[in-house]
């Protein structure tokens, strides 16, 4: 069983800057997985905003196009999201999650098996 941990959360004004990562307890065992960030607020329900499949292709979330960058260090089973003026809106609990299916949808909820904790993000002035 995967479990990953987030981290990186915190509280900024907006305009400023954040940096995510997440990592599992243990290294994968498979070979190929793809990553996913997502975001949750009790108003609204777990939508994607960041993901990098295995060949390193990305897709954003619309609203965030510009002001974040996903990456990934394979080696280290690791990814990260970097989040540059930050919005208001862009307040969350932010999650990290991971798939090893060879065939699905980036920004699909549905398409991710393992997640982790979440780390709670929040912009405010």
């Known amino acids: 069983q995967v479990q990953l941990v987030e981290s990186g959360g915190g509280s900024v004004q907006p305009g400023g800057s954040l940096k995510l990562s997440c990592a599992p307890v243990s290294e994968f065992t498979d070979d190929s997985y793809s990553w996913g960030w997502f975001r949750q607020t009790p108003e609204k329900k777990r939508e994607a905003v960041a993901t990098?499949?295995?060949?390193?292709?990305?897709d954003y979330a619309d609203s965030v196009k510009g002001r974040f960058t996903i990456s990934a260090d394979n080696a280290k089973n690791t990814v990260y999201l970097q989040m540059n003026n930050l919005k208001p809106e862009d307040t969350a609990m932010y999650y990290c999650a991971a798939t090893f299916r060879m065939t699905y949808s980036p920004l699909a909820v549905k398409s991710y098996d393992y997640w982790g904790q979440g780390t709670q993000v929040t912009v405010s002035s």
């Open positions: 990098i499949g295995t060949a390193g292709n990305t």
